[in-house]
T-cell receptor, first 112, second 116 residues
């Protein structure tokens, strides 16, 4: 699986957009970008995934650059409940039947 | 069920005892994963089951750890002769297990193990 690089921590003011970057410069054409988050003392939670196009759901938006070497997860109006560790994971679509490994992620602190 | 269910939610045991942790995945999910998370640390992969295939045990830290999945559904993670360093939250996840395409993992709430 392609390696990802994320900043270890970020702060965001409540009500503002949180933009979490992820670098995956070695990504190949058949690899998805997934985002999960882990709120303190809970199991990780799936947020969103994408291949080439930008994606949006009720939780967040995923912006993937045209060269696919980086992406940004956007939480449009961050709340205190969004304080969590956010994980960016890249994984080939044709190895769905294989273990998924998590890096160290970005610790997002939403400030009141 | 509607989600991944794990039991017990909390387990306190004495060093040297054996423990069993249970995971009940989402119905119809063929893939099941176990992870471990020590206090303040990241997620450590332990073992992965996919349908009837041989499990990927590459993450098990020692031969004291084992897991089985009976009937392609419920899984049990067993830790023998527990040590204090085994104290952690043990997380289970399941997914549909597509051979290709996106596979989204759904996690349980975890089992917190404390070894005294």
């Amino acid at each position: 699986d392609a390696k990802t690089t994320q900043p270890p921590s970020m702060d965001c003011a409540e009500g503002r957009a949180a933009n979490l970057p992820c670098n995956h410069s070695t990504i190949s054409g058949n690899e998805y970008v997934y985002w999960y988050r882990q709120i303190h003392s809970q199991g990780p939670q799936y947020i969103i995934h994408g291949l080439k196009n930008n994606e949006t759901n009720e939780m967040a938006s995923l912006i993937i650059t045209e060269d696919r070497k980086s992406s940004t997860l956007i939480l449009p109006h961050a709340t205190l409940r969004d304080t969590a560790v956010y994980y960016c994971i890249v994984r080939p679509m044709d190895t769905g039947r294989r273990a998924l490994t998590f890096g160290s992620g970005t610790r997002l602190q939403v400030q009141p | 069920g509607a989600g991944v269910s794990q039991s017990p939610s909390n387990k306190v045991t004495e060093k040297g005892k054996d423990v069993e942790l249970r995971c009940d995945p989402i119905s119809g999910h063929t893939a099941l994963y176990w992870y471990r998370q020590s206090l303040g640390q990241g997620l450590e992969f332990l073992i992965y089951f996919q349908g009837n295939s041989a499990p990927d045990k590459s993450g098990l830290p020692s031969d004291r750890f084992s897991a089985e999945r009976t009937g392609g559904s419920v899984s049990t993670l067993t830790i023998q002769r527990t040590q204090q360093e085994d104290s952690a939250v043990y997380l289970c996840a399941s997914s549909i297990g597509r051979a290709s395409g996106a596979n989204v993992l759904t996690f349980g709430a975890g089992s917190r193990l404390t070894v005294l």
